[in-house]
């Protein structure tokens, strides 16, 4: 069974980096992972997604080391709005299966 | 480019009775999935639908369905509703399925079973 593990909380301060880690068993080579932000009473919003090494977009990075056996979110320079909760989704490309980690509630301090 | 939209947003129940919620997905988004959100269990896939077939389905009781219809527009019902169904519904939809593509998510339709 696809188990996905996250930290329930984190705090930073402005301008930090934070790297929030999702650790997930048995993750094959083609299986995706996807990051979500969620702010009260919204729905999840799409951040980053990957399924090898290290992606990059204009807000974030994805780190995925060779043993596939956890996934780091990385944001570079963090602000206040940035404060909401963050979770880790993985898809098992093989069986279809869609496991969320628990969330990580990311506070930014000024 | 409007958004997911999801009706109705609040909606309170009593137990034994039966729900529809509705999902309208992104204008050219052809999948849609549905999840349940809660303190308790979290975010938890129900179903995924593209081009009106289920594609993808999770670990729920027969008592959570859903369908798609030619226009993308989708509706999941819970029947015999329970205290513990209780919950947050996000609707998510994207271009295509089942490959991994960006998802966009509904503001959900909160459901209190009393």
């Known amino acids: 069974l696809a188990k996905t593990t996250q930290p329930i909380s984190m705090d930073s301060y402005e301008g930090q980096e934070v790297n929030i880690t999702c650790s997930h068993n048995?993750?094959?080579?083609?299986?995706?992972i996807t990051w979500y932000q969620q702010f009260p009473s919204q729905g999840p919003r799409f951040i980053i997604q990957?399924?090898?090494t290290k992606v990059t977009n204009e807000v974030a990075s994805l780190f995925i080391p060779a043993d596939r056996k956890s996934s780091t979110l990385s944001l570079p320079r963090v602000s206040l709005s940035d404060t909401a909760v963050y979770y880790c989704l993985r898809r098992d490309t093989g069986r279809r299966a869609l496991t969320f980690g628990s969330g990580t509630r990311l506070q930014v301090q000024p | 480019k409007a958004g997911v939209t999801q009706t109705p947003r609040y909606l309170i129940k009593t137990r034994g009775q039966q729900v529809t919620l509705s999902c309208s997905p992104i204008s050219g988004h052809r999948s849609v999935s549905w999840y349940q959100q809660t303190p308790g269990q979290g975010l938890q896939f129900l179903f995924e639908y593209f081009s009106e077939t289920q594609r993808n389905k999770g670990n729920f009781p027969g008592r959570f369905s859903g369908r798609q219809f030619s226009n993308s527009r989708s509706e999941m019902n819970v029947s015999t509703l329970e205290l513990g169904d209780s919950a947050l519904y996000l609707c998510a939809s994207s271009l295509e399925a089942p490959a991994p593509y960006e998802q966009y998510f509904g503001p959900g339709t909160r459901l209190t079973v009393t």
């Open positions: 990957g399924y090898k």
């Open positions: 048995n993750i094959a080579t083609n299986d995706y």
